[in-house]
């Protein structure tokens, strides 16, 4: 009885003494710090899955989503509730054209319609030095993260000029050797842009030479095709084809039809990618949410006349028979496209005349000329490209087509923008609207595509497409490049007229769990990383499943 009141006695002073343990264990583990840094309360998650919106706190830690659940604000440092708001992944722009995202670092367009990873280096021009163009990211640090394609044009001007010609043997060794480099030094891809000097110029073999090197480092193969209109079905062709051949996935930038002969064609085009698909060949697609594309005037001139550059071309036009050609050539192809004159092609930034800007051509000739045939019109755009050039809008889609190819479970959202800066130039308005459209527009007022489908469109397919695998979904563990905003306002404000405006309803931006964009404001935070594709064999690596 001693005994056993003893051993009673005892078990109790241990049970006690172990408790107090654990009591001090505790209180010693989470009195001095919270467990987070920040903790997002009360949101709907859209998680970039695709699946429906679920309610959860997500708590971030040393740049990272460390927990999902039920948590309560003791756990963090600091608190944002997003009452009322939907919490997504940031949203990740695969098609820029950023390469001087380091005059302006904050890249504040981007930001402000919910955007944290771009990838740059699109349509055939990209830096030539890879390891260059991500380091400087050290001194001059950015806002969002970054990742660049190695560009077949930007290498071929490198290695043979803006000739109209195939390369030597010796030359294509150095662009492969080129595209290896940058591959090494953390490309994701290769890109080319097909209607431009001097990517215009390159057979299909030479580019799938070139995409071969891209393959063996695990990099895809992004490309603005040969042509968008009248050719548009080839040019899909060839490009599954050189994906087919050199063993990689298939981007198709800026997906589109813009000939006005064959709008409402899109469900060909589009089946053309899911035959290839349907065989086992990795082909996705981008696309910006408008029915006007973006690019320079002198894409809509002959290529020939373009050989060897501005210079080269302007000796030519000072031939009066071969400007008549040019002239006779720029015609055909306007009939091709199904346009009757160039009203539908408006000028988006013109040096020599900034009163240009915003006017269509058909305006300008009107203005200048006091004409307005079609003639006049090809007259007036080879002044203008010998002036230097200008940079184009071109209002060449149908509606129907842009919300048939949005539709497509393997299209994603990107803006074929640059980094904006408010100012006199009149640009696409994408590049302060697209997400934000996308969202307002189709999602909410069209009802196209589903919150769910549309977040997924700009966050987990192009992560996985272009291999950021810790990126673009709400899960723990991943980055935390997160956004937060109002499903029932959110909006685009940019217009073609009044295109330096940023939307409506995208109250927080998170990249690498600092906060860029807090109540509308912007931050000091510059916060982004190098996103590096998988030949390279430092820093943040990233893989792709398939081949
Ligand atoms: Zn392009």
């Not at 944002?80 to 890249?107: C, K, M, W």
């Not at 003639?375 to 889609?397: D, K, N, R």
């Not at 998170?510 to 807090?518: D, F, K, R, S, T």
Request: net charge neutral.
């Amino acid at each position: 009885m001693k005994t056993s009141l003893f051993l009673k006695s005892a078990a109790v002073l241990l049970t006690a003494l172990a408790f107090g343990v654990f009591l001090f264990a505790r209180v010693d583990a989470y009195a001095p710090a919270p467990a987070y840094d920040l903790l997002i309360t009360n949101a709907r998650i859209v998680d970039g899955s695709g699946n429906p919106w679920f309610r959860a706190d997500v708590a971030i830690k040393d740049g990272r989503i460390a927990r999902i659940g039920r948590l309560g604000p003791e756990t963090a440092a600091k608190t944002i509730d997003a009452r009322g708001q939907i919490l997504a992944p940031g949203f990740i722009d695969v098609h820029t054209h950023v390469e001087s995202i380091y005059n302006l670092p904050a890249a504040e367009n981007f930001v402000r319609m919910g955007v944290t990873t771009l990838v740059t280096g699109n349509c055939g021009t990209s830096t030539t030095n890879v390891a260059e163009f991500l380091g400087r990211m050290k001194e001059k640090p950015i806002a969002v993260n970054l990742a660049t394609l190695i560009a077949h044009g930007s290498v071929r001007r490198k290695v043979m000029g803006l000739g109209d010609r195939a390369p030597t043997p010796e030359e294509l060794r150095q662009m492969e050797s080129l595209v290896e480099q940058g591959m090494k030094d953390g490309a994701v891809g290769l890109s080319t842009g097909l209607i431009y000097v001097p990517g215009t110029y390159a057979k299909t073999d030479e580019i799938v030479s070139l995409a071969r090197v891209a393959a063996r480092y695990g990099g895809l193969y992004a490309t603005h095709m040969r042509n968008e209109g009248d050719k548009v079905a080839d040019a899909i062709r060839e490009s599954i084809s050189i994906g087919e051949q050199a063993g990689l996935p298939v981007e198709i930038s800026h997906f589109k039809i813009s000939n006005k002969k064959l709008w409402g064609q899109s469900p060909m085009t589009l089946g053309l990618v899911r035959d290839a698909r349907s065989r086992g060949l990795v082909v996705t697609v981008d696309q910006y949410a408008y029915t006007a594309s973006s690019t320079s005037l002198e894409s809509r001139l002959p290529a020939w006349l373009r050989a060897g550059g501005l210079e080269e071309a302007k000796k030519r036009l000072a031939d009066k028979a071969t400007r008549e050609r040019a002239i006779d050539d720029t015609k055909e192809a306007l009939k091709r496209s199904g346009f009757k004159d160039y009203s539908f092609a408006v000028v988006a930034s013109y040096d020599p005349d900034k009163s240009f800007n915003g006017k269509s051509i058909a305006e300008i000739t009107k203005e200048v000329k006091k004409k307005s045939d079609v003639t006049s019109q090809i007259e007036q755009m080879l002044e203008m490209y010998e002036a230097g050039g200008a940079g184009m809008i071109y209002h060449g889609m149908g509606e129907e087509d842009v919300r048939r190819i949005m539709q497509e479970p393997f299209t994603m959202i990107a803006s074929d923008s640059g980094v904006r800066e408010v100012d006199e130039s009149v640009p696409h308005p994408r590049g302060y609207g697209n997400n934000a459209r996308v969202l307002g527009r189709y999602v909410r007022e069209l009802k196209l595509i589903s919150l769910e489908d549309a977040i997924r469109k700009m966050t987990s397919l192009p992560a996985q497409t272009f291999g950021f695998r810790d990126r673009g979904l709400i899960r723990e563990g991943f980055a935390a490049d997160l956004v937060i905003f109002d499903e029932n306002t959110i909006i685009d404000q940019a217009t073609f007229d009044k295109p330096h405006q940023f939307p409506l309803g995208i109250s927080y931006v998170l990249v690498n769990g600092q906060v860029i964009l807090a109540n509308n404001q912007m931050t000091e935070a510059r916060p982004g990383v190098a996103l590096l594709g998988p030949g390279s064999q430092k820093g943040e690596r990233i893989s792709r499943a398939g081949f």
